[in-house]
Structures are given as C-alpha cells and as structure tokens.
C-alpha cells in the first residue's frame, strides 16, 4: 500500500524492516544486525595485522567498527526522532571512517584486495541509508 507523500510515494512495505519497531528495541532493526556482523569481521580481521600495528590502525579501526551499532543502539534509545537521527549520522560517519581504514588495510597488504569486508561495509552503509529515509519518512508522514 503506497503512503500518500507530497512529490513522491513510497510503498510502505519496502521500508517495513527498516523502521524503528514500535515495541522492539535497537536490537530488532536490520541495520544494527549487520552493523554487529561488520565488527565481528572487523576484530578477526585485524587478528592478522602486524603486531606493530596492534596500537595504531588496529585499534582505530576496530573502534571505528564498534561505534557504528553503539551508536545505532543509543539512538534507538533516545526519546525523539531527532536524536535518533543525529545518532545515526554518527554512526554513517563512523562507517566513513572505517571504509577509510579498510581501504588503508588493503593499500599497506594487510588485507587482500578482494577482501568480503568492503561489500560488508558498503551494505550496512545502506541500511543506514534506508533507516535514515524510513524515519524521516515516517517523522513526515506522522506531521502530515
């Protein structure tokens, strides 16, 4: 069933599992889901950096991973629209940043050039996208 919007419809169902559950928590949002799959690649991956690296590019990009669903999960546990929202730019900047440490990774051969993490990363940069939308979606639709 297509909401009525002004310059464009959206069919409701598309954005159904991106939506912020009524009744659920950050838990049952399909963006926090994968976002914790990313960090578990992340922290495995970076098993095999150099040792060296075990204080510099190793923990910046696993902090970088985990401040993506924390961030996620504390805007889920706000109490307006617009904190989850300025919760979930930080959580895509965050992915920015990792993006940037993965492809860092890959130029220093620390990780291989066909590595899954990037496809990994680049999925949960569209969930959050299409979280992002449904919400303000929906915030508009609620004023309307």
């Not at 204080?55 to 993506?68: C, D, E």
């Not at 440490?101 to 291989?112: G, K, R, S, T, W």
Request: aromatic share 6%; with cysteine.
């Amino acid at each position: 069933m297509a909401l009525g919007c002004k310059d464009r419809c959206v069919n409701r169902s598309a954005y159904e599992p991106f939506l912020v559950p009524m009744a659920g928590t950050h838990r049952d949002l399909l963006a926090w889901q994968e976002a914790m799959k990313l960090v578990a690649s992340v922290y495995r991956a970076t098993l095999s950096y150099p040792q060296d690296e075990r204080y510099g590019l190793v923990s910046q990009t696993r902090r970088a991973a985990v401040s993506i669903p924390a961030n996620i999960a504390e805007g889920a546990g706000r109490n307006s629209t617009r904190e989850l929202l300025q919760y979930l730019g930080i959580a895509t900047a965050s992915l920015a940043e990792l993006e940037t440490e993965v492809e860092l990774a890959i130029m220093l051969q620390f990780l291989p050039k066909d590595t899954l993490m990037l496809r990994e990363v680049h999925r949960v940069g569209r969930l959050l996208t299409a979280l992002r939308d449904s919400i303000e979606h929906k915030a508009e639709h609620d004023l309307a």
